[in-house]
Nanobody, 127 residues
């Protein structure tokens, strides 16, 4: 049973930073691509970014490119989302997701690209 648990959310002022973590109970964590998504009130869940199994490749939505950074620690079964220069429009519930794949060019930009999801953590950015 794969479980993903996000943490690190909270309330921050615009321009501030937060680092989200996603701890995975996956025996073969290094075999998985990891993605971050978010869902704002009244909106559909949207792609934020993803990292391949090795960490060699990351890809971001245009809305966060240059402000957000995804990294992973395979020894600790954890993926991170560093969020800088936060804006009120970044307010959402943030989810991590996992897909077992060795592809170094895995797209992973849609919900259906992932098999496992966390419960989410709330991020609120005040103006």
């Amino acid at each position: 049973q794969v479980q993903l648990v996000e943490s690190g959310g909270g309330l921050v002022q615009a321009g501030g930073s937060l680092r989200l973590s996603c701890a995975a109970s996956i025996r073969t964590f290094s075999h998985y691509a990891l993605g971050w998504f978010r869902q704002a009130p009244g909106k559909e869940r949207e792609f934020v970014g993803r990292i391949t199994w090795s960490g060699a490749s990351t890809y971001y939505a245009d809305s966060v490119k240059g402000r957000f950074t995804i990294s992973r620690n395979n020894a600790q079964n954890t993926v991170y989302l560093q969020m800088n220069s936060l804006k009120p429009e970044d307010t959402a519930v943030y989810y991590c997701a996992a897909k077992e794949t060795y592809s170094g060019t895995y797209s992973g930009t849609t919900d259906r690209d992932y098999d496992f999801w966390g419960q989410g953590t709330q991020v609120t950015v005040s103006s």
